[in-house]
């Protein structure tokens, strides 16, 4: 019947608790033994999920490697998440008893994590102090009954009797004996007559209180016995309780990352194609590179051909220059000669001037030769 009822629980969890915020992590537990190292609990990054459970007000995060639950804490208004580095954070559960440490991606993921919890701690802080608030409202008028309404746990000298509450025959000044002793007094009946049947009466009384103790200290033994027996039961109840517990956490994160899954399958899918269209085009890419090489190639072919070419054309230059330095130096003795052949141009020149004007001279005299000989 336990068994029972806490698979009704499970699945009723499993309805009531959704994911309200999902991130990708790595996760990492405290050494229990040195208390300073970090464990990895995923070889690679996994969904970690922040759960909330409308019925109890309870936020919880949960994270699945495979069907393993590797994180299943509920947060409280002492915890506190710790970022101790860009794309690294820590929090401490002591139910748990460890130190979950989480690796992000990008510090941004670390900084909406980091929001998230601050905001479902403040949460939890509100909803356990109105919780406390209604605790205190149902238990004030219990408080407010009278002592009498509260009975006393079962115990041996309540079911056999104390010292002072056992019935005797020589206690004559308890109430039992006045209202026994009453009873004759108002049936008028003579007092040996009175007498003798209180006696029988609590002898009888007496005979019925020793059954009724021996019949009690027999069921007390009994009880005792089946005490032990029932103990034993309750430990294999409490060990069958804890592993159905195990299970239950494992089933309500199972059915918690069961929208998560779907919601990344469909991511998963997106990503498909779009990484089926990214290679579609990185082939389209790698075509166009094999003839950009085979182009290079040509290029490469047209280059050496252009290098011994521009060699060739270098010597030629060389030759070329060898051959404009000689008509240069030609060129400059061309123009030493015609500077030297203008220089006796002018010499010419000037003497022919000179005969010239002598001949005008000449000439002249002649002229003036002629007129006076005229």
């Known amino acids: 019947l336990t068994g029972y009822r806490l698979l009704h629980l499970v699945f009723f969890s499993l309805h009531r608790e959704q994911p309200i915020f999902s991130t990708r992590a790595h996760v990492f537990q405290i050494d229990p033994n040195t208390k300073k190292n970090w464990v990895p609990t995923s070889k690679h990054a996994v969904t970690v999920s922040y759960f909330f459970d409308s019925t109890r007000n309870v936020y919880r995060i949960i994270s699945l490697d495979g069907s393993k639950a590797i994180i299943n804490s509920t947060i409280t208004p002492n915890m506190t998440f710790t970022?101790?580095?860009?794309?690294?954070?820590?929090?401490?559960?002591?139910?748990?008893?460890?130190?979950?440490?989480?690796?992000?991606?990008?510090?941004?993921?670390?900084?909406?994590?980091?929001?998230?919890?601050a905001e479902f701690k403040e949460a939890a802080r509100l909803a356990k102090e109105k919780s406390q608030?209604?605790?205190?409202?149902?238990?004030?008028?219990?408080?407010?009954?009278?002592?009498?309404?509260?009975?006393?746990?079962?115990?041996?000298?309540?079911?056999?009797?104390?010292?002072?509450?056992?019935?005797?025959?020589?206690?004559?000044?308890?109430?039992?004996?006045?209202?026994?002793?009453?009873?004759?007094?108002?049936?008028?009946?003579?007092?040996?007559?009175?007498?003798?049947?209180?006696?029988?009466?609590?002898?009888?009384?007496?005979?019925?209180?020793?059954?009724?103790?021996?019949?009690?200290?027999?069921?007390?033994?009994?009880?005792?016995?089946?005490?032990?027996?029932?103990?034993?039961?309750?430990?294999?109840?409490?060990?069958?309780?804890?592993?159905?517990?195990?299970?239950?956490?494992?089933?309500?994160?199972?059915?918690?990352?069961?929208?998560?899954?779907?919601?990344?399958?469909?991511?998963?899918?997106?990503?498909?194609?779009?990484?089926?269209?990214?290679?579609?085009?990185k082939e389209e890419e790698l075509e166009r590179l094999k003839a950009e090489v085979e182009s290079a190639n040509e290029f490469q072919s047209q280059k050496e051909s252009l290098a011994m070419k521009l060699q060739d054309t270098e010597s030629r230059n060389q030759a070329l220059e060898a051959q404009l330095s000689d008509l240069g130096q030609r060129l400059e003795s061309s123009q030493q000669e015609r500077e030297a052949f203008r220089k006796s141009l002018r010499s010419l020149l000037e003497l022919l001037d000179g005969k010239i004007f002598e001949l005008t001279e000449l000439r002249d005299t002649l002229a003036k030769l002629l007129e006076s000989s005229g």
């Not at 860009?86 to 929001?115: C, P």
């Open 83 to 117: 970022k101790t580095s860009q794309k690294f954070g820590q929090w401490a559960d002591s139910r748990a008893n460890t130190v979950y440490g989480l690796g992000f991606s990008s510090e941004s993921n670390l900084a909406k994590f980091a929001e998230k919890f």
């Open 133 to 281: 608030e209604k605790m205190e409202l149902t238990s004030t008028p219990s408080q407010e009954s009278a002592p009498g309404d509260l009975q006393s746990p079962l115990t041996s000298e309540s079911i056999n009797g104390t010292d002072e509450e056992r019935v005797t025959p020589d206690t004559p000044d308890t109430p039992q004996h006045t209202e026994a002793r009453a009873e004759p007094s108002q049936n008028a009946l003579p007092f040996s007559h009175s007498s003798s049947n209180i006696n029988k009466h609590w002898e009888a009384e007496l005979a019925a209180l020793k059954g009724n103790n021996a019949k009690l200290t027999a069921a007390l033994l009994e009880s005792t016995a089946n005490v032990k027996q029932w103990k034993q039961q309750l430990a294999a109840y409490q060990e069958e309780a804890e592993r159905l517990h195990k299970r239950v956490t494992e089933l309500e994160c199972v059915s918690g990352q069961t929208t998560v899954i779907k919601s990344q399958k469909t991511e998963l899918n997106q990503t498909i194609e779009e990484l089926e269209s990214a290679l579609k085009a």
